[in-house]
């Protein structure tokens, strides 16, 4: 075993990296449960997101082109869900479920000409002197433009909540979806509008798993990273801050177990990568006691004569 | 302009017949992606549905239909008793594992004794296997409200990285020449799982498919603990009031999915699949979640529904062999089944009504 081959420079820069898909399908789905609807389908859509961003990244050679088809092919996806939930009146969980397993055959079959294949690389941003700076630089100031956008996804969040109109509307609808009713809004289209947003943000996290962070196309690969991402809303009782925590955390973990599968620790490689998935079901232990902070209408059908 | 009427009552007609329309909108619309995959519809149809049936070599897939058939049903089975009361075990495909994985062990174990003993504790092994691994998110649900949804499936991730190691470690062959993969059991008499009649498919797995169902209706229909569970599920206020022990039922609930789908593992690990490798799990610890709710989790639907799931499995690996159709298209197939049986679930909850929305 050898520890000292572990860069801590390069470490840290890594686990920025294997935060952010976690970032952008934890953050959709946190606005997804703040109007006040559980969609268990963030693997479905990112997975999804991860093909559809793929294809077009590599037809068109433009990364970025691939990262907006991803989020187009995320909300597509969740419009189902959001056609099921909401004017089917179907059972959340139940749906949320189908989009998980129609997702990962969706994607199934439109990769089955991809595998192999490599998607154009995306670049990262030039800050100058600033990449230059000793240990700050090779860490904050080496990354591609979408890891920003992540950072500044979660800080709008964050804000839209916090301080706008639009967010204390959404707020509303998710914790008493009757009394938003009554005050005039529509819960459905606000609804529908929250699911997208979250399919949205899957997309793009999926995609960034497939165009950045390994970079290239096999099925199921975003290995129950959109149920960590679940988790990880829990985890942030729904706070935007928190969220950001807990991804880092989860990033490094899963940063941490690969770093330690390279240096060979005399851990076999099944169990390390165990490790991530066992470090939730702690946390989600740990966290569970408190669960005042959860939306009250949330899982609840809404339906306008009841 | 078409106005939601929630019914007093489900209505029984729509409920019988939901399942059945979805499975026709799921034709219609399946076919449709066959043809844009460039493959004639009505020929993958025909070869999905009728061809293991009724085709020239129906007397080959006529038994894959019971191999196929019975994990799903096992394991729906055990899931619907939770989906009832509204406790999602998720997490199947892990229990799934961790049976296998158990009963192989016992009876790798046993290697080479020749004894009748040997493949009763495999099948007590298979059960405890998923069991124990179900009654992880049950304790921590009870012990401390976590959520069994996340929890059950985080842990389906666990088993397979532990079906990994020990399918190239602890099981691995010693004679298998470094190759992956344990013994096989179909080749170590008192462990094999054999067809009990030689050809028909039917082996232990299928026997315990069927008791389960029978299990399943007299519980739900006869005895108290299916009472508790139903109305847990309907109304959970009432169930509190009527002195449901909700602590029990969770416990129970998973119990019985995981051991169900523990011992489904295990008949498919020591017959049809024969070894522990790397990749024995074939996802039907999460088709099983289709088949519980096509069977509108009622025992007697489960098996027709598992029935017709097993259909789609074996038409289409026929369909991909002779039509070069992808893998994968079943699976959106399976998936789309899903969708519609949730969608049109809508009439069974609801009237449409049509006209003008009157003024309250």
Known sequence: MDLSAINPILFVAGFLVAATPLIFAAIGELVVEKSGVLNLGVEGMMITGAICGFAVAVETGSPLLGFAAAAAGGALLSLLFAFLTQIALANQVASGLALTLFGLGLSALLGQSYVGVKPPRLGDIDFGPLADIPVIGPIVFTHDVILYLGLALVAATWAVLKFTRAGLVLRAVGESHDAAHALGYHVKRIRTFAIMFGGACAGVGGAYISLIRVPQWTEGMTAGIGWIALALVVFASWKPGRLLLGAYLFGGITQLQLNLQGAGVAIPVEYLAMSPYLITIIVLVILSADKSAAPASLGRTFHASQ | ???????????????????????????????????????????????????????????????????????????????????????????????????????????????????????????????????????????????????????????????????????????????????????????????????????????????????????????????????????????????RFSGVNPTRLVLFCLGTSGLLAGLAGLFEVAGPAGQVTIDFNVGYGFTAIIVAFLGRLHPIGILLAGGLMALTYIGGDIAQSQLGLPAAAIQVFQGMLLFFLLAFDLLTNYRLRFGRTEVA
């Open chain 2, 1 to 239: 302009m078409i106005r939601l009427e929630k019914r007093p009552q489900p209505s029984r007609a729509f409920s019988l017949a939901t399942p059945l329309l979805a499975v026709l909108a799921t034709m219609v619309f399946g076919g449709l992606m066959f043809a844009l995959l460039g493959k004639d519809p009505v020929t993958s149809i025909i070869t999905i549905f009728w061809q293991p049936l009724f085709g020239e070599f129906a007397f080959y897939y006529r038994p894959q239909l019971l191999i196929k058939g019975a994990p799903l049903v096992l394991i729906a089975i055990g899931l619907s008793l939770g989906f009832k009361a509204g406790i999602w075990n998720i997490g199947a495909e892990g229990q799934y594992i961790m049976g296998a994985l158990f009963g192989a062990g016992v009876g790798l174990a046993f290697y080479p004794l020749d004894s009748f003993i040997v493949f009763p504790l495999m099948v007590l092994g298979g059960a405890f296997g998923g069991w124990i691994w179900a009654m992880i998110p049950a304790m921590l649900k009870v012990k401390f409200g976590t959520n069994e949804i996340l929890v059950s499936l985080m842990l389906v991730y666990v088993a397979e990285q532990f079906l990994a190691s020990m399918s190239l470690g602890l099981m691995k062959n010693p004679e298998g020449f470094g190759f992956p993969g344990s013994r096989n059991l179909q080749q170590y008499e008192s462990a094999f799982n054999a067809d009990l009649i030689e050809g028909s498919g039917m082996h232990w797995g299928v026997v315990a498919a069927l008791i389960a169902v029978i299990f399943a209706y007299v519980l739900l229909t006869k005895h108290r603990l299916g009472f508790a569970i139903r109305v847990t599920g309907e109304a959970p206020r009432a169930a």
